[in-house]
């Protein structure tokens, strides 16, 4: 009785040349790697490289922009840190990495 309401189910024969795409399933995942390389990380690691020079090049007399948006002088330069003055008479001590950017000279006379 019961064969009459369901159907026997029978495995579905296999599909031809399924062996040779193992490959060829990998080349979305590999593109989107490549991808990822040229638009993230590549960039990223070039910054990266051009901050850790620019910082390695901090002199006395450099005017600077520190991560927190000050404006200042280098007025000594250390093996971790740089002093950086900010106004006249009053400077503060900053780490080397926390230098964000070098200024044109003459810019803390112009703002």
């Known amino acids: 009785m019961m064969n ?3 159907p026997d189910a029978y495995a579905a024969a296999a599909a031809p040349g399924g062996v040779g795409g193992g490959l ?3 080349a979305p995942l590999i593109a989107i790697i490549v991808i990822f390389y040229f638009l993230l990380i590549r960039p990223q690691s070039k910054r990266a ?3 850790r020079a620019m ?4 002199a006395k007399g450099d005017e600077v922009v520190t991560n927190g948006g000050l ?3 280098v007025t000594e330069v250390g093996e971790a840190f740089v002093t950086i003055e900010v106004a006249d008479g009053v400077s503060v001590k900053v ?3 926390a230098v964000a950017s070098l200024m044109p000279k003459g810019t803390i006379k112009s703002s």
């Open 95 to 97: 780490q080397r990495p």
């Open 24 to 26: 060829l399933g990998f």
């Open 71 to 73: 404006l200042g002088r």
């Open 55 to 58: 910082v390695a090049a901090l």
């Open 49 to 51: 490289k051009e901050h």
């Open 4 to 6: 009459l309401l369901i």
